[in-house]
Each structure stands twice: as structure tokens, then as C-alpha cells.
């Protein structure tokens, strides 16, 4: 049955099927493949910080902790287990890239091609094997950009409700959708029509609904941030500062490496026809919120991936003219689908083995992130053992960075390990160790941070870790080190380990 959006002129009948098997079948690869290797540092962060339910931490809003929480007691606390809800939400990315492709005139054929070629895509593929921010970010970007042109083309107020929840339930995951409403309203200011944007009196009514349906989300997301200070900034500086000015040379190239280069005729056709048919004028806000989004992360250092949930919608647009090509031509575009698939499975997935993984961590190193946490947490454990029975009970297992936490919390109660700390991220606001902690001190750092030991007395390194592949990711020789005990107490000592 159609509803009154659905009955717009020129907007046919949604392809649910094919676009339904298309989902499907990526979430059953996605699942499939899901436990190849091992956790993402990343996941072992949001699994240990998803016990500690809060409205917010230095580095992001409580959404993907709590979906690694509710993935691990509903599936387990496997790699499996946490990623099948990924895998459920590249489907539902899959399904809203058809969606904006029928918003924008796309018949059957159109639809059913926007679908393939984000199922094709390595962005799609790479969030949805991992439980990321970005793997929610991208689903939520894609409804409130589906969202946004629904309310475009049919100026109806039921919209503006929809829209401000999406954006609310967003602002739960990552502060970035500001970043995309501001493009947004970059483009409805520059590229018109206005439409239901013009603050006239019955207008206006529309962003006050949007407002008040995202507020009882966004609210306690921006008050954690404002009373700690806005720590996400900060966070943001850093990524900015390590990005340095190559990396913001890249953000373009980037983006249509992670999608795949081969569907770039896609989405350049898209960008095309939003900025030049008259038809679809009032879509035009989409292809200038790109542009503008990409100019953004580039003076601001942003990663390069923040745009590409806008460069999905491009290449929605650019599917329709192709699938009037495909009907002359269809070994021509399977071949090209295909040959999309395979390359971005490569690079995104893990087909290869663990020992062979040099090709794809040059174009993404995270990939190497997935190996040697349970070979760190044996690292450790021979570290442990190294400390005097009777000193144990206030010794202090003390990590550089969060990942190398979440492997202790996740590995480490079965080799009998104690708790660590960590004054990495969201780990520091547990607080320092207790003042009866007067034992030694067990750290774990990468192999070329050493400056954590600069805070500790009589340091030797005693294990240090191999994951057994040559796999030469971030803990790959990391050292375990036995130091005799911190150089100033606890209490003093903790603020100076904070680390972002």
C-alpha cells in the first residue's frame, strides 16, 4: 500500500525484493566471515567500556558501546557474536542507498543497482564486518539524508518528526551529524529551492517538531560533553594533528578508494545530474553537502571517510541512467560488480590469512588490528608470573592504550590476570589504582612507546608479545615490563597518564 509520500508523481514502486536478497545476502557473507580472524582493538574498547554504561566518553556518545554490550549477551562475546548486529546494519545501508535512489527517480532497475553497487562497496563491507562508530554512523547518515529528501520533494511537515529522531538517535552515536546538518543547510542556503526550508510562519513549525523530537536524545549526550568539558574536542585536535597535511590531501581519494574505484562512474554521474537537471533541483542540497562536507574535513583534518555516507547518495543518483546502459550491457556490468565485490572484499575482509595481510593494511592498516589479542594476553600472563606470589595482591596491571585493555578484560581473567588500568580515552574517568597498590607494576605498551615507563622505578622488560603471523600491527613486539613501583603515589601520578 502507498502512503502520500509514496504516491508523489514520478516516484514508482520500491524494489523490495531484490533489494531485500541483495541485503540479505551481504549480512549472510558479513556473518559468515565474521570470525576469521579475532576482535578489533576498537571492539575489545567498547566491549570493556560497555560495562560501565555512561551518557558519554572522551571520544564519542554511549550508542556503540551499549550495541557491543547487547551484541555480546545476545550472540556471545565472540567476534561472531558482536558483529552480527554490523552485519544488520550494512543491510539496512544497503537498503536506504536504494531508498534515496527511488527518492530520486530511480525505477526497479535503478534500485536494484544502488543496492548492488553499495554491496559492493568496501566502506559497506569494511563496517560491516567491524563493530565501529562509523558502521552506525553510515545507517544513520543514509535515513537522514533519505529522510531529508523525502521532506525536499514532498514539503510535507509529517517529515520534519522523523528527521529530528534520526538526527537525535545519531548525536547517540557521534557528534559528526552536526557536521552533515551543517552541509546540509550549506546547500538548501546555496543551491535552492528552498522549499519546505523558507521561514515562513507554517514552515517553521517543521524544525521546531525536528527539534523537539531530537532533543530528549541529544540532551544528555551534549550535557555529558559540556560538564566534561567537551573532551571530544580535544579528541578531534589530536586526530586533526596526526592526520597532517597529506592526509587532508586525501580525503577525496580516499573516499572513492574505500567505496571502490570502480564505481566511480556511479557516483560521478550522480554529482553530475544533481548539480545540472533541472528535475532534480531540489535534491541539489545532497551533491553540495558533499562538496561542502569534503572542504570541511579537509581545513579541519578530519578522517577521510567522515563524507562518505553522502557519497552513497551521489552514487544513488548516478544509478538510474546505468540501469537503462545495463539493459544493452548487463555481462558488462555484472563483470564490473563483480570485479568490485572481489576487490573490496580483499581489501575490507578477512579472505586473506593472518600472514598475509601486508597488501591490504597499505590501504588499510586497521585490518591488522583484528590479530594477537589473545597472544598479548599470554604475553602478559608471563609477565604475571614473573612477580612473587605474595606481592600480587597490590601489584597494578597498568596499559598505554585502550585496545591493549580490552584484550586483558576479554583474555586475561582465564590466565588469571587482575583488572587493568588504563588512563587511555574513557579508561581514565575509572581513576587511579588504590592507595594500597604499593606492589609492583606490570605495564603493557607498544614497542616504540616507551615514555610510559618514565613514570616507574626499576623498569626491565620481561615477555614481550608475538602474534604469530608477522603481522607487524600496533602490538606486534609490544613489551610487557616489570617495573618496582610508580615514582610518586597513585592519586598524583594519575593525571599525568591521561591520554587521548
Known amino acids: 500500500m502507498r502512503t502520500r509520500g509514496d504516491a508523489q508523481p514520478g516516484l514508482g514502486p520500491f524494489a523490495a525484493g531484490p533489494v531485500g536478497g541483495i541485503a540479505a545476502a551481504a549480512a549472510a557473507l558479513l556473518i559468515a566471515l565474521s570470525g576469521r580472524y579475532g576482535f578489533h582493538r576498537d571492539e575489545l574498547y567498547f566491549l570493556l567500556v560497555g560495562r560501565h554504561p555512561a551518557w558519554g566518553y572522551p571520544d564519542q556518545p554511549p550508542l556503540t558501546p551499549l550495541l557491543a ?89 509529517r517529515w520534519w518528526p522523523l528527521l529530528g529522531a534520526a538526527i537525535g538517535i545519531a548525536l547517540l552515536n557521534k557528534l559528526l551529524v552536526l557536521g552533515l546538518l551543517a552541509a546540509l543547510a550549506a546547500g538548501a542556503l546555496t543551491a535552492g529551492p528552498r522549499g519546505p526550508f523558507v521561514p515562513r510562519p507554517r514552515t517553521l513549525l517543521g524544525p521546531l517538531f525536528a527539534l523537539l523530537a531530537a532533543l530528549p536524545f541529544a540532551l544528555p549526550v551534549l550535557g555529558w560533553q559540556a560538564t566534561h568539558g567537551w573532551p571530544e574536542l580535544t579528541v578531534a585536535h589530536g586526530i586533526s594533528a596526526a592526520g597532517g597535511a597529506g592526509g587532508r590531501l586525501l580525503v ?146 597498568l596499559t598505554a592504550n585502550y585496545g591493549e585493555a580490552g584484550a586483558l578484560a576479554q583474555y586475561g581473567p582465564a590466565l588469571g590476570l587482575p583488572s587493568p588500568h588504563s588512563g587511555h580515552m574513557g579508561l581514565y574517568a575509572w581513576g587511579p589504582p588504590p592507595a594500597t597498590a604499593t606492589g609492583p607494576v606490570l605495564l603493557v605498551h607498544p614497542a616504540n612507546s616507551t615514555d610510559l615507563e618514565d613514570h616507574f622505578t626499576a623498569c626491565r622488560t620481561v615477555a614481550r608479545v608475538d602474534n604469530g603471523h608477522g603481522t607487524a600491527n600496533m602490538e606486534q613486539h609490544a613489551a610487557i615490563v616489570l617495573c618496582a613501583g610508580p615514582d610518586r603515589p597513585w592519586a598524583v601520578l594519575w593525571p599525568l597518564l591521561r591520554r587521548y
Not at 572481489?342 to 597499505?362: G, H, N, Q
Request: hydrophobic content about 50%; some cysteine; overall charge positive.
Open 69 to 157: 554490550r547487547l551484541g555480546a549477551e545476545l550472540f556471545g562475546a565472540t567476534p561472531t557474536g558482536v558483529r552480527i548486529l554490523p552485519a544488520l546494519l550494512a543491510a539496512a545501508s544497503i537498503t536506504l542507498t536504494a531508498l534515496i535512489a527511488r527518492e530520486l527517480g530511480a525505477g526497479r532497475g535503478g534500485q536494484v543497482l544502488a543496492a548492488g553497487a553499495a554491496a559492493c562497496s568496501g566502506y559497506v563491507l569494511g563496517n560491516g564486518h567491524l563493530l565501529s562508530t562509523a558502521t552506525f554512523d553510515l545507517t544513520a547518515w543514509l535515513m537522514v539524508i533519505s529522510l531529508t529528501l523525502r521532506l525536499s520533494r514532498t514539503g510535507e511537515l
Open 252 to 397: 577525496v581519494p580516499m573516499q572513492a578508494l574505500q567505496l571502490s574505484p570502480l564505481l566511480a562512474p556511479f557516483w560521478l554521474t550522480g554529482l553530475s545530474r544533481l548539480l545540472r537537471r533541472p528535475e532534480l533541483r531540489w535534491a541539489r542540497p545532497v551533491a553540495v553537502a558533499w562538496v561542502v562536507l569534503c572542504l570541511l574535513v579537509t581545513a579541519g583534518g578530519g578522517k577521510a571517510y567522515y563524507p562518505s555516507p553522502l557519497l552513497y547518495a551521489l552514487t544513488a543518483a548516478g544509478c538510474e541512467p546505468y540501469a537503462h546502459w545495463a539493459r544493452e550491457h548487463r555481462a558488462k556490468l555484472a563483470a564490473g560488480l563483480l570485479t568490485a565485490l572481489l576487490t573490496s572484499a580483499l581489501a575490507a575482509l578477512p579472505v586473506l590469512p593472518a600472514s598475509a595481510l601486508a597488501v591490504p593494511m597499505a590501504i588499510d592498516p586497521d585490518i591488522g588490528e583484528e590479530v594477537g589479542w589473545p597472544e598479548l594476553a599470554r604475553a602478559t600472563a608471563t609477565g604475571w608470573a614473573a612477580i612473587p606470589t605474595e606481592q600480587r595482591a597490590t601489584t597494578v596491571l
